[in-house]
T-cell receptor, first 116, second 115 residues
Framework: DTGVSQDPRHKITKRGQNVTFRCDPI?????LYWYRQTLGQGPEFLTY????????KSRLLSDRFSAERPKGSFSTLEIQRTEQGDSAMYLC??????????????FGSGTRLTVV | GNSVTQMEGPVTLSEEAFLTINCTYT??????LFWYVQYPGEGLQLLLK?????DKGSNKGFEATYRKETTSFHLEKGSVQVSDSAVYFC??????????????FGQGTTLQVKP
């Protein structure tokens, strides 16, 4: 198992463009989380999937943001009409619902988005 | 609501000094508590955890004890090394049928260890 993979590692985009990030969780993990981390702050929860169902979305997730997890495997996070305030590190984490209390979460290395 | 508060950084120490990073929490229910570490240019790594009151998590010389009476989970290490320089995040999660298990993080504390 290679852990949680995120792609791309870095993305620079012009304001107004759409971007899409991908996360491949640990294969046996049924839970997948997206977080956003801005400079000097802790990660903030964006959304959560259990298998293919999106079960919770933060108020931080405006209507320009959409996330999917087809077939309960990899997940994508799309930001439409990017704004400079979207510049951040986007982190993905996965866990097993049966073992999360004991084993915690595994994070990917993140995708750093810069909107210019 | 649920929240985590960490001492502000940066914390600057000399090698072999004793480290304490304070963390307190507010939670509705009985959370699991975590310390994550983020080295420069890398993702978050789980450092240690505790799932119930009075549990002590430990790893790589770091320790933290889940104190329900003071709602705290302070991180300690007896002798820090230059390689411990990183950002440390305290976090909690709530479990059970009505909770998603999402992590709630503190703002992070930067540790700088000088030779």
């Amino acid at each position: 198992d290679t852990g949680v993979s995120q792609d791309p590692r870095h993305k620079i985009t012009k304001r107004g463009q759409n971007v899409t990030f991908r996360c491949d969780p640990i294969s046996e993990h049924n839970r997948l989380y997206w977080y956003r981390q801005t400079l000097g702050q802790g990660p903030e929860f964006l959304t959560y999937f259990q298998n293919e169902a999106q079960l919770e979305k933060s108020r931080l997730l405006s209507d320009r943001f959409s996330a999917e997890r087809p077939k309960g495997s990899f997940s994508t996070l799309e930001i439409q009409r990017t704004e400079q305030g979207d510049s951040a590190m986007y982190l993905c984490a996965s866990s097993s619902s049966r073992a999360v209390a004991n084993y915690g979460y595994t994070f990917g290395s993140g995708t750093r988005l810069t909107v210019v | 609501g649920n929240s985590v508060t960490q001492m502000e950084g940066p914390v600057t120490l000399s090698e072999e000094a004793f480290l304490t990073i304070n963390c307190t929490y507010t939670a509705t229910g009985y959370p699991s508590l975590f310390w994550y570490v983020q080295y420069p240019g890398e993702g978050l790594q789980l450092l240690l955890k505790a799932t119930k009151a009075d549990d002590k998590g430990s790893n790589k010389g770091f320790e933290a004890t889940y104190r329900k009476e003071t709602t705290s989970f302070h991180l300690e290490k007896g002798s820090v090394q230059v390689s411990d320089s990183a950002v440390y995040f305290c976090a909690l999660s709530l479990h059970g049928s009505s909770n998603t298990g999402k992590l709630i993080f503190g703002q992070g504390t930067t540790l700088q260890v000088k030779p």
